[in-house]
Structures are given as structure tokens and as C-alpha cells.
């Protein structure tokens, strides 16, 4: 089983920051890539950031500028710096990761989900 464990999420008001982090645990071989999704009321899940195991980054144009994504390849793990937040940044974040495990090819997992609410 493989588990993806986000942490982080929380209230801060416009202009502030917060971090998330997430770590991938269980019986896996490698973690080819990890993410950062979210998904506010009444719309659909969308892409944040992404981060291959080399460091290759992608970015959402609406986060650019704002939110940097790193990674620890020794803990398995992803960050989500968050600055400058505004109220539409307002969603549910979740973590997905690419993992190869024994006897499988990659599969996507994802966490729980943790709520980010930026507002006055």
C-alpha cells in the first residue's frame, strides 16, 4: 500500500503565506513525480504544480510568481510555498504522486486533501 500524508492547510488572510507538505510512505520503489492539485466549491479539480524526481517544475499561470513547489527525494516528499495568497486560491489542495512500486507500472496516488481559505 502506498500513502500520501498532506499537512499544512489552514485560514491566513489575502497577502499571506502558508506551506504545505506532503509525503509519500509504504512499499514503493521510487517516486517519479509529485504534484499539488486543488479544488474549490463548484469547480473542478486543477493543476498547481508539478515536480519530476530531476527537479523539473511546472506552475499554473493563475500561481506563477506566487508559489514555488521543492521536493526531497530522501523523505519522498513535496512542498508548496504559497505567497502572496488571494481568496481564489481559496480550495481544498491535494497531493498526487507518480510512484513505481514492485511488479506494477507507475500508478498516480493521492492524499486527502487539505483546506487552504484565504480570507479577511
Known amino acids: 500500500q502506498v500513502q500520501l500524508v498532506e499537512s499544512g492547510g489552514g485560514l491566513v488572510q489575502p497577502g499571506g503565506s502558508l506551506r504545505l507538505s506532503c509525503s509519500a510512505s509504504?512499499?514503493?520503489?521510487?517516486?517519479?513525480?509529485m504534484g499539488w492539485y486543488r479544488q474549490a466549491p463548484g469547480n473542478q479539480r486543477e493543476l498547481v504544480a508539478t515536480?519530476?524526481?530531476?527537479?523539473?517544475?511546472t506552475y499554473a499561470d493563475s500561481v506563477k510568481g506566487r508559489y514555488t513547489i521543492s521536493n526531497n527525494n530522501f523523505k519522498n516528499s513535496v512542498y508548496l510555498q504559497m505567497n502572496s495568497l488571494k481568496p481564489e486560491d481559496t480550495a481544498v489542495y491535494y497531493c498526487?504522486?507518480?510512484?513505481?512500486?514492485?511488479?506494477?507500472?507507475?500508478?498516480?496516488?493521492w492524499g486527502q486533501g487539505t483546506q487552504v481559505t484565504v480570507s479577511s
Open positions: 498526487n504522486a507518480n510512484i513505481q512500486r514492485v511488479f506494477s507500472p507507475p500508478q498516480n496516488y
Open positions: 509504504g512499499t514503493l520503489i521510487d517516486v517519479l513525480a
Open positions: 515536480i519530476t524526481k530531476d527537479g523539473s517544475t
